[in-house]
């Protein structure tokens, strides 16, 4: 049995920069709600024009994660996508980075996680490379959220807290034994799946159909009744994310005989930065202890955790034999954690 660590990682986010006020120019929301409420400051968001996608966006940020990594293009084995916004229905991302990345052919495969994607992807990566099949795997977790979302005032509760972004990280065959991904725990409870959802366009709701809803009300539903804007039961999904967040913490401190004293860096999904600071809270942990950057990139779904890591480890927050843990709550709902011996 092999053991998988990190050995590239790379983040792409589009330039252009929109703060709480610019969206309260288009909108009844204000910059105090904003960050009282999430930590938010800013976020990106693609420019019309600009060139970015979701696709784009993930083949920037995969080419440092290779570069870093010292890997060429030649030796991925593997390439796993991560997103809940792909350019197109089909075919995922996943086969768009393969072509960017001027790839004869390598196997490629999408994972539709949402918030928990990235780490999703990570363990389906370390399964890959843990059993021998594959050396090297290039996961990619992006997202382009602004071409989606509700900018009036019906959809605030959810726009605001949403960024486009992507991050990267190249896994591949760790030599040491002990450094590297320890563990990772995937959890999902589909009960709850519309609670963080969107339901269309999809294969029983098309986009004629939503048309011809949305013109029938005369363009004035309730959030939750527009199918084709993403829908979100705020409170609901808080109080399930801190309590599944600190458990699944817990169960991958404890598989590998840890206790939250023993995290050097903790990598939350950056949802809110109040699930943030209850998790520090509830585990003592000290500020250098977590990585939050929420306040300038908002939410970004699959892409928040790379992004986070690789601000982490360029800003020299995360050395050699760091215990990292990854924790990630979203739709679905869905919700995993990961060790890392770096
Ligand atoms: O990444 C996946 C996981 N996601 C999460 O974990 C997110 C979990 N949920 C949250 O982060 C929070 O529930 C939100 C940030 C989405 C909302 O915060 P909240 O404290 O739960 O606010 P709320 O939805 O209860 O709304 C409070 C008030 C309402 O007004 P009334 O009914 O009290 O008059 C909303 O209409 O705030 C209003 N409101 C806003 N006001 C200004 C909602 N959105 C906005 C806004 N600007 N953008």
Same mark, same amino acid.
């Given at each position: 049995m092999y053991q998988s660590k990190i050995a590239g990682l790379g983040k792409y986010v589009p330039e252009n920069v929109v703060t709480n006020d610019d969206l309260s120019k288009i909108m009844d929301t204000n910059d105090a709600w904003i960050q009282e409420r999430t930590g938010i400051k800013e976020r990106r968001h693609i420019k019309k024009g600009? *060139?970015?996608?979701t696709a784009s966006m993930g083949f920037k940020a995969a080419k440092i994660a290779l570069e870093r990594a010292n890997i #060429?293009?030649?030796?991925?084995d593997l390439i796993v996508f991560a997103t809940l916004s792909p350019d197109y229905y089909f075919p995922g991302c996943g086969v768009q980075i393969q072509e960017m990345l001027e790839i004869d052919t390598c196997p490629a495969l999408d994972v539709r996680?949402?918030? #928990?994607g990235f780490i999703y992807g990570l363990s389906v990566a370390d399964q890959f490379i843990k059993t021998g099949m594959y050396k090297n795997v290039l996961l990619i977790g992006s997202e382009n959220h602004s071409g989606g979302l509700d900018f009036t005032t019906r959809g605030r509760s959810v726009s605001v807290i949403f960024g486009d972004g992507a991050g990267a990280a190249v896994l591949t065959r760790s030599d040491h034994v002990g450094q590297g991904i320890l563990s990772t725990h995937l959890h999902s409870e *589909?009960?709850?799946? =519309?609670?963080? #959802?969107?339901? *269309?366009?999809s294969t029983n709701h098309w986009v004629p159909e939503i048309i011809a809803e949305n013109l029938a009300a005369g363009g004035e539903d309730s959030q939750e009744d527009i199918p084709y804007y993403p829908y979100m039961n705020g409170q609901f999904v808080f109080k399930n994310a801190v309590a599944r967040f600190s458990e699944v913490i817990m169960e991958g401190l404890k598989e590998n005989g840890l206790?939250?004293?023993?995290?050097?860096m903790l990598i939350p999904h950056q949802a809110n930065l109040r699930i943030s600071q209850f998790i520090q809270q509830k585990f003592q =942990?000290?500020?250098?202890q977590v990585y939050n950057n929420i306040q300038r990139y908002g939410n970004t779904t699959a892409a928040s955790i790379p992004i986070a890591l690789t601000e982490a480890w360029e800003e020299g927050k995360i050395k050699e034999g760091d215990t990292i843990v990854l924790a990630a709550f979203g739709s679905g709902f869905t919700w995993a954690s990961a060790v890392i011996e770096w």
């Open positions: 600009d *060139g970015n996608t #060429s293009k030649d030796e991925i996680n949402q918030c #928990s *589909g009960k709850h799946a =519309l609670e963080l #959802s969107l339901k *269309g366009p206790d939250v004293k023993d995290i050097d =942990l000290r500020d250098d």
